[in-house]
């Protein structure tokens, strides 16, 4: 229990949480209580999981290399924790306040989004290093909130995080995401 605590402290998983409730509890009352609109949850979810994100990386990486203890499954645990977290803090915010933005926030798009933005947060760790993780969802969000929409799979694959939860494109392309960012980071861990 002791390490469990340790790790937590020192990934600011208690900032990151905080960060995650403020920034959800924000977007929601700045919204009115929610409204049918797919950008508002996927604004929460990219916040939640970028927040996450920062304890994607110890305070020296070096040290965290040559530890004693296998670092994949904790690194993968690190990163469904970002996700489940992220969707947590969404659906409680959306129970405790209006229930206008239950079309939009369904708990499949809700899963769905928070998974593969994980992911991502995984892959941008991979590649940019914890501190730049956030980088590739704030960039994709930004990229599908002025992607026109489209109903071919490259536009649905651009788009994934806005589209209603049966779309086989955006549930693949989550699903990818999840899956792969999760096993990159957890065999390669974050970049220097």
């Known amino acids: 229990m002791r390490w469990t605590a340790l790790y937590v402290r020192s990934r600011q998983v208690p900032a990151s949480l905080a ?8 977007v929601w009352a700045l919204s009115g209580g929610g409204s049918a609109d797919p950008r508002l949850p996927a604004l929460v979810l990219v916040a939640g999981t970028a927040a996450g994100s920062v304890g994607l990386g110890g305070q020296d990486l070096a040290l965290d290399r040559t530890a004693a203890i296998r670092w994949a499954p904790r690194r993968a645990a690190h990163v469904l924790l970002i996700g489940t977290v992220a969707a ?3 659906l409680a915010v ?6 206008a ?8 798009f ?4 928070s998974a593969g933005l994980a992911g991502l947060v995984a892959v941008g760790a991979v590649l940019f290093g914890a501190q730049h993780a956030w980088t590739l969802p704030v960039a994709w969000l930004a990229f599908a909130l002025f ?3 489209g109903t071919g799979v490259p536009a649905q694959v651009a788009t994934w995080m806005m589209l209603p939860p049966g779309t086989a494109a955006a549930t693949w392309t989550a699903a990818a ?3 792969g960012g999760t096993a990159a980071y957890a065999l390669a861990g974050p970049r220097r």
């Not at 959306?94 to 229930?99: H, Y």
């Not at 933005?101 to 499949?108: D, K, R």
């Open 147 to 149: 992607t026109p929409p």
């Open 110 to 113: 809700v899963v769905r989004d």
């Open 94 to 99: 959306r129970a405790v306040g209006d229930e």
């Open 101 to 108: 933005g239950e079309e939009a926030a369904t708990a499949a």
């Open 19 to 26: 960060a995650a409730v403020v920034s959800a509890a924000a």
């Open 177 to 179: 995401l999840a899956g």
């Open 88 to 90: 947590a803090v969404l």
